[in-house]
T-cell receptor, first 111, second 115 residues
Framework: KQEVTQIPAALSVPEGENLVLNCSFT??????LQWFRQDPGKGLTSLLL?????REQTSGRLNASLDKSSGRSTLYIAASQPGDSATYLC??????????FGTGTLLAVQP | DTGVSQDPRHKITKRGQNVTFRCDPI?????LYWYRQTLGQGPEFLTY????????KSRLLSDRFSAERPKGSFSTLEIQRTEQGDSAMYLC?????????????FGPGTRLTVT
């Protein structure tokens, strides 16, 4: 059974700092991995998707990497801003593409 | 492309009542998913459709829950005889079969509170 873990559960950083969020999964037979952002009481916004054959994806200040063999992904956020404050969720997709989510990392960027 | 929409956004109901939620996927997206998210947790898969066929259901989907997707367009999720444990955010997502990335796009969710 696939299990997804995210560390840390919560993180508080000063504005401008670079940071890394971690995601690990137990079954390496995945089709893709998605990183999402969720603001309080809202739905999910897709940030980056990495297909199983890829190693990383970049969008603006965000960079996500994938190491399938070790069951790990990282989301790197450069030059953090208060507007980046949210919960960040990692999810892996399998053969049927249903997503298995971690419990998220709650990020607070202090101005 | 107007994105995935869900209705209603919020629903408060008394225990024992039936409720129905609606999801409209992105047009031409033939896969549609339902997830449930409780406070402090990540979303959990409930069920998914490919066109009008319901292909997989989670064990979380008890016999009080039923989902439909008539004509492969919008979908409804009905909960009968609601219980306080059903209080959660219900999220809908869609994706396009044939899109190699299989990227899922989520709606804003329906927040259910059972009193």
């Amino acid at each position: 059974k696939q299990e997804v873990t995210q560390i840390p559960a919560a993180l508080s950083v000063p504005e401008g700092e670079n940071l890394v969020l971690n995601c690990s999964f137990t079954d390496s037979a995945i089709y893709n991995l998605q990183w999402f952002r969720q603001d309080p009481g809202k739905g999910l916004t897709s940030l980056l998707l990495i297909q199983s054959s890829q190693r990383e994806q970049t969008s603006g200040r965000l960079n996500a990497s994938l190491d399938k063999s070790s069951g790990r992904s990282t989301l790197y956020i450069a030059a953090s801003q208060p507007g980046d404050s949210a919960t960040y969720l990692c999810a892996v997709g399998g053969a049927t593409n249903k997503l298995i989510f971690g419990t998220g990392t709650l990020l607070a960027v202090q101005p | 492309d107007t994105g995935v929409s869900q209705d209603p956004r919020h629903k408060i109901t008394k225990r024992g009542q039936n409720v129905t939620f609606r999801c409209d996927p992105i047009s031409e997206h033939n896969r549609l998913y339902w997830y449930r998210q409780t406070l402090g947790q990540g979303p959990e898969f409930l069920t998914y459709f490919q066109n009008e066929a319901q292909l997989e259901k989670s064990r979380l989907l008890s016999d009080r829950f039923s989902a439909e997707r008539p004509k492969g367009s919008f979908s409804t999720l009905e909960i009968q005889r609601t219980e306080q444990g059903d209080s959660a955010m219900y999220l809908c997502a869609s994706s396009r079969l044939g899109d190699r990335s299989y990227e899922q796009y989520f709606g804003p969710g329906t927040r259910l509170t059972v009193t």
